[in-house]
């Protein structure tokens, strides 16, 4: 049974760093590829950053030279490190990867919010 569980949001100030974490359980990490997606109040989910089994990423052009996403083996874990934020970072972020090609994971979500 695959489990993802993301932890790490808060509230930040702009300009500020915050690093997520993704836990996860009945996978392994390193050989499928983990993406962070995020979902903001009324807007629809959308994928921010992804990291392949042979440690290729990507990111959403909105993120890119301020988020960085990176995993660590032992641990079973992707991150999600998130710098210069804007207020427009505010969302729910959520982990996910996909298995067999048809086969959709999500964790719970966390919350991320921007302001002074």
């Known amino acids: 049974q695959v489990h993802l569980v993301e932890s790490g949001g808060g509230l930040v100030q702009p300009g500020g760093s915050l690093r997520l974490s993704c836990a996860a359980s009945g996978i392994i990490v390193s050989i499928n590829t983990m993406n962070w997606y995020r979902q903001a109040p009324g807007k629809e989910r959308e994928l921010v950053a992804a990291?392949?089994?042979?440690?290729?990423?990507n990111y959403a052009d909105s993120v890119k030279g301020r988020f960085s996403i990176s995993r660590a083996n032992a641990k079973n874990t992707v991150y999600l490190q998130m710098n210069s934020v804007k207020p427009e970072d505010t969302a729910v972020y959520y982990c996910?990867?996909?298995?067999?090609?048809?086969?959709?994971?999500w964790g719970q979500g966390t919350q991320v919010t921007v302001s002074s």
């Open positions: 990291i392949t089994s042979d440690s290729s990423t």
């Open positions: 996910n990867t996909l298995l067999g090609g048809y086969q959709v994971y």
